[in-house]
Nanobody
């Protein structure tokens, strides 16, 4: 069973930056898995904010975070990152990473494995 653990969340002022990490268990490499970052704000549904293909060659972003967030991965470290800049109060949410075995050079349409989330709060 693939296990994912998010970290890097916290309290930040508007305009600030955070880098979230999604680390996978060592028993299964992430090199064959596409990864998505999701968030759930209070009173709202899950929103996929970014995704990355297994090789890292293809990425995508929701309109709400485009030009502010950057997804990347280091398969040697079994870790995927979400660099968040120019944070806004509406970015406040619990952020989750998700994975699926998917080796096409594209983001994946669905996911099988989920982390437990990390809280991001953007407030002055």
């Amino acid at each position: 069973q693939l296990q994912l653990v998010e970290s890097g969340g916290g309290l930040v002022q508007p305009g600030g930056s955070l880098r979230l990490s999604c680390a996978a268990s060592r028993s299964i490499t992430l090199a064959n898995y596409a990864i998505g970052w999701f968030r759930q704000a209070p009173g709202k549904e899950y929103e996929e904010v970014s995704c990355i293909s297994s090789s890292g060659g293809s990425t995508n972003y929701s309109d709400s975070v485009k030009d502010r967030f950057t997804i990347s991965r280091d398969n040697a470290k079994n870790t995927v990152y979400l660099q968040m800049t120019s944070l806004k109060p509406e970015d406040t949410a619990v952020y989750y990473c998700a994975a699926v075995f998917w080796r096409k050079p594209l983001c994946a349409p669905t996911y099988d494995y989920w982390g437990q989330g990390t809280q991001v709060t953007v407030s002055s």
